[in-house]
């Protein structure tokens, strides 16, 4: 990244540090994230986009006993056509080693997003994305706790997701990484196959996993035993 991107990109977060949002819950029904509608844009990795401008961080706890607590915070927007997602993760080290899609990337540091559209269907779509850029996207039934994803099909066109990362630096240190990704209603038929209106909500669930010493997790709403398909336990996410 030249000095003139890292100025720029240095001033975009000391901006979006003013309009965090800590509103975490502690369990239950209690996270609840307003979402803005935006018109669609390309991904940087960076979070570059002046459409993030407009969408406040929220920070999501860090919930392991051991290990390093860095920070951990995104932002959410959704258009006619998907929602967008931004990752934020302080980092030291980073852990990845997996090299193709729809691999099991929450073996290695990962971020993922939980949707689940309808509260009436026992299924929910799962989204991971690895500092490598490499993304396992599923839709997954769970019945009474006995769950399996299952991979898109003509995963194509206005089907595929967009995603892209960015590992930051100063000089040869790492001190984090950003992920962005935009998921599009079109592969979410047909639990969720057109925008939603003002005022709609979905449960969602947000997290991170990092791998510097052992495995330790952020979560937005925490769920019980650290078990991330503990869909009872998501959050809201309302649209504005």
Same mark, same amino acid.
């Given at each position: 990244?030249?000095?003139?991107?890292?100025?720029?990109?240095?001033?975009?977060?000391?901006?979006?540090?003013?309009?965090?949002?800590?509103?975490?819950?502690?369990?239950?029904?209690? %996270?609840?994230?307003?979402?803005?509608?935006?018109?669609?844009?390309?991904?940087?990795?960076?979070?570059?986009?002046?459409?993030?401008?407009?969408?406040?961080?929220?920070?999501?706890?860090?919930?392991?006993?051991?290990?390093?607590?860095?920070?951990?915070?995104?932002?959410?927007?959704?258009?006619?056509?998907?929602?967008?997602?931004?990752?934020?993760?302080?980092?030291?080290?980073?852990? %990845?080693?997996?090299?193709?899609?729809?691999?099991?990337?929450?073996?290695?540091?990962?971020?993922?997003?939980?949707?689940?559209?309808?509260?009436?269907?026992?299924?929910?779509?799962?989204?991971?994305?690895?500092?490598?850029?490499?993304?396992?996207?599923?839709?997954?039934?769970?019945?009474?706790?006995?769950?399996?994803?299952?991979?898109?099909?003509?995963?194509?066109?206005?089907?595929?997701?967009?995603?892209?990362?960015?590992?930051?630096?100063?000089?040869?240190?790492?001190?984090?990484?950003? %992920?962005?990704?935009?998921?599009?209603?079109?592969?979410?038929?047909?639990?969720?196959?057109? %925008?939603?209106?003002?005022?709609?909500?979905?449960?969602?669930?947000?997290?991170?996993?990092?791998?510097?010493?052992?495995?330790?997790?952020?979560?937005?709403?925490?769920?019980?035993?650290?078990?991330?398909?503990?869909?009872?336990?998501?959050?809201?996410?309302?649209?504005?």
């Amino acid at each position: 990244m030249n000095f003139f991107k890292q100025v720029f990109f240095f001033s975009f977060l000391m901006t979006g540090f003013a309009g965090l949002q800590a509103q975490p819950g502690q369990g239950g029904d209690t %996270a609840l994230l307003k979402v803005k509608h935006t018109a669609d844009f390309v991904l940087s990795g960076d979070g570059s986009a002046v459409n993030w401008a407009s969408a406040g961080w929220v920070l999501l706890p860090f919930r392991s006993n051991t290990g390093v607590g860095y920070r951990t915070q995104l932002k959410c927007l959704y258009s006619d056509s998907g929602i967008y997602f931004l990752y934020q993760c302080e980092d030291k080290k980073i852990t %990845a080693t997996l090299t193709a899609d729809f691999a099991d990337l929450y073996n290695e540091d990962v971020v993922e997003v939980f949707l689940r559209s309808d509260e009436n269907l026992p299924m929910y779509f799962e989204y991971e994305l690895s500092p490598l850029n490499f993304e396992l996207p599923i839709l997954v039934p769970n019945i009474k706790g006995d769950f399996f994803g299952w991979r898109p099909w003509h995963y194509d066109g206005i089907r595929k997701t967009r995603h892209s990362t960015h590992i930051n630096k100063t000089g040869d240190t790492v001190t984090g990484w950003t %992920a962005e990704f935009f998921i599009p209603y079109a592969l979410l038929k047909p639990m969720a196959a057109k %925008a939603p209106k003002k005022g709609d909500r979905w449960k969602a669930n947000f997290y991170r996993i990092d791998y510097d010493k052992g495995e330790v997790t952020w979560q937005w709403n925490l769920v019980r035993e650290e078990r991330f398909h503990d869909y009872e336990r998501f959050g809201t996410i309302e649209f504005e």
